[in-house]
């Protein structure tokens, strides 16, 4: 069982970059492929998938919407997952999420992570 923590958030302009961290306490991390998800402000806003690495990331995946601008990494040796986000737009704005899957493929079903952080919030300013 992991715990992830995220961290990093905060307030950018448009076309900035923001680099987000998630945290996993305990143990076994290189089991989970792991991801970052997103929800919007406003009601009937769903949280949405952003990136995944898959265990020891042999592969990611993205989003259509941040293809080209977030990169996702991992660090085994210290439980870190990164975001860095670049180029950043309004809609963008959202509470970020990190999620383990356990033995997962580092999908973008979020059903599929068993483990979720308490989220981060980024605000795009224009």
């Known amino acids: 069982q992991v715990q992830p923590v995220e961290s990093g958030g905060g307030v950018v302009q448009v076309g900035g970059s923001l680099r987000l961290s998630c945290a996993a306490s305990?143990?076994?991390?290189?089991?989970?492929?792991m991801g970052w998800f997103r929800q919007a402000p406003g009601k009937g806003k769903e949280r949405e998938f952003v990136?995944?690495?898959?265990?020891?990331?042999?592969?990611?995946s993205y989003a259509d919407s941040v293809k080209g601008r977030f990169t996702i990494s991992r660090d085994d040796d210290k439980n870190t997952v990164t975001l860095q986000m670049t180029s950043l737009k309004p809609e963008d704005t959202a509470v970020y999420y990190c999620?383990?899957?356990?033995w997962g493929a580092g999908g973008s079903d979020l059903h599929d992570y068993e483990y979720w952080g308490q989220g981060t919030q980024v605000t795009v300013s224009s």
């Open positions: 305990g143990r076994a991390f290189s089991g989970y492929a």
């Open positions: 999620a383990a899957d356990f």
């Open positions: 990136a995944a690495i898959s265990r020891r990331g042999v592969s990611t």
